[in-house]
């Protein structure tokens, strides 16, 4: 019986062996997924911001570009009633 019960704790040990093995391969799959995740939420937020801010931007200078074409245009304005009297 002393050959049985080798087998017997040869295979209960192996699987023993495999089943922490893979916890712990789960284990490290989870952290990593984690930090990707981490990560990829860090990029996401830094890309909008940063989109957020170029768009802010591109709002002011394209009122500004408003604001000077409507005083050329005061002006002009301004410049023909001038030569009209």
Request: net charge negative.
């Given at each position: 019986?002393?050959?049985?019960?080798?087998?017997?704790?040869?295979?209960?040990?192996?699987?023993?062996?495999t089943?922490?093995?893979?916890?712990?391969?789960a284990?490290?799959?989870?952290?990593?997924?984690?930090?990707?995740?981490?990560?990829?939420?860090?990029?996401?937020?830094?890309?909008?911001?940063?989109?957020?801010r170029?768009?802010?931007?591109?709002?002011?200078?394209?009122?500004?570009?408003?604001?000077?074409?409507?005083?050329?245009?005061?002006?002009?304005?301004?410049?023909?009633?001038?030569?009209?009297?």
């Amino acid at each position: 019986m002393g050959f049985f019960d080798k087998l017997k704790r040869l295979i209960l040990g192996t699987a023993d062996k495999t089943k922490r093995a893979a916890d712990e391969t789960a284990e490290r799959t989870k952290r990593a997924a984690d930090e990707t995740a981490e990560k990829t939420k860090r990029a996401v937020d830094d890309t909008a911001e940063k989109t957020k801010r170029a768009a802010d931007d591109t709002g002011e200078k394209t009122k500004r570009a408003a604001d000077k074409a409507e005083n050329a245009v005061d002006d002009a304005a301004d410049a023909s009633e001038d030569e009209l009297k």
